[in-house]
């Protein structure tokens, strides 16, 4: 389960349009171009969905040039930059706007992103086997949960636990052909681990809310204080709730990794995000070994012992995840973003030995 309509899309629109502090404003090419004619070279693009998530950043680490890109959403057509050649930039939400804010920002002139390293930074459901409320989980592997079939929950076969099986499979413990060629991704485990590493000891946020909410959970990590993790996400634009389709993501995960990833965040995106940035590495115009992923539990996938998926589902803000997820975006990734953009010499040809 992934919640994020604490803000009507009108107040999302006016954070991300109207809150950021600026230093400048441009519109020219010729002013982002820089003296071999590229783009605006950047060190590292954070990439946020919908305004909160953007605005964790811009509130941190200004001041902030606004750079207007054609093609992006109208929600939030700005890249927004700051003298260290860190930006930010908001896609909206969904797989149809990540991609094609994605496909926007990298097949524009006005940046150079052969070197950058894209941060993609949101917040998630949290499976409470591997986090709480307010973790932050850096992934190796993005999962597509919604390429598969489905049969009715109440009409399934004998047998099966589950109505979702892997598309030309016979059965829900099958791989699939991955004939969509975008059903499972592996990110760059060195970058992944380096992240991990800047970022593991960093205090998070937390709330009195969110502190309650996972009292109700009778195990760990569900009623601990938030950490940050590495485990994966399952990225489908559905939003759910539920031990048994929580169960299926963790399966569905195996199942495509073989083995080898550990579902941990539901969110919406990621899946497109990758995507749009692998068709803009086809052309060297990216490099995908400088992907890394980061998700914080705002809610839990599912319910706690007594409790129905509906409630969780339906009073997903009464965990009061919200604000410490959208904090700790900023608090656990940007250790990473800053020891790129401090140590440029040590990044620039790819993630550094430590």
């Known amino acids: 389960m ?3 309509s604490v803000f009507s899309a009108a107040a999302l629109s006016l954070a991300a349009c109207t809150a950021v502090p600026s230093i400048a404003q441009t519109t020219s090419n010729d002013a982002l171009a820089d003296a071999n004619g590229q783009g605006h070279p950047v060190k590292v693009m954070i990439i946020t969905m919908f305004g909160p998530e953007g605005q964790a950043w811009l509130d941190h680490i200004g001041p902030w040039k606004s750079i207007p890109v054609p093609g992006l959403s109208p929600d939030y057509p700005d890249v927004h930059c700051n003298k260290q050649d860190v930006c930010v930039v908001t896609t909206g939400m969904g797989y149809a706007n990540a991609s094609a804010s994605i496909m926007a920002l990298t097949f524009s002139s006005r940046f150079d992103l052969r070197h950058t390293y ?6 998630a459901g949290v499976d409470p086997a591997q986090g709480t409320v307010g973790s932050a989980a850096w992934a190796k592997y993005l999962v597509d949960f919604g390429i598969q079939w489905e049969l009715d929950a109440r009409e399934i076969p004998a047998g099966w636990n589950t109505g979702y099986l892997g598309i030309n499979t016979k059965s829900p413990t099958e791989k699939p052909p991955l004939d969509y060629r975008n059903e499972v991704f592996q990110l760059n485990a060195k970058l992944a681990n380096t992240a991990y590493v800047l970022s593991r ?11 309650v909410a996972r009292s109700k959970f009778s195990y760990a990590p569900a009623n601990q204080p938030p950490s940050v993790v590495q485990c994966d996400i399952a990225s489908g634009n559905t939003w759910w709730s539920g031990t048994l389709l929580g169960q299926r993501a963790r399966d569905w995960t195996k199942i495509l990794t073989d083995g080898k990833g550990v579902y941990c965040m539901t969110a919406q995106e990621d899946n497109a ?4 940035l692998k068709r803009a590495a086809s052309i060297k115009r990216v490099d995908l070994s ?9 809610d839990f996938d599912r319910p706690y012992q007594g409790q129905t998926s509906a409630d969780n589902l339906l009073n997903y803000a009464d965990q009061g995840g919200f604000v410490p997820a959208t904090e700790n ?9 800053q020891d790129i953009a401090t140590h440029w010499g040590e990044w620039r040809d790819g993630v550094p030995r430590r």
Not at 201 to 211: K, T
Not at 290 to 298: E, F, I, K, M, Y
């Open 2 to 4: 992934l919640i994020r």
């Open 118 to 123: 894209f941060l993609i930074s949101g917040i």
């Open 201 to 211: 000891n960093v205090v998070l946020a937390d709330s009195a809310q969110a502190q």
């Open 273 to 276: 995000t990758f995507e749009a």
């Open 290 to 298: 400088r992907v890394a992923a980061l998700r914080t539990g705002s």
């Open 329 to 337: 975006l900023y608090r656990a990734g940007n250790p990473l973003v």
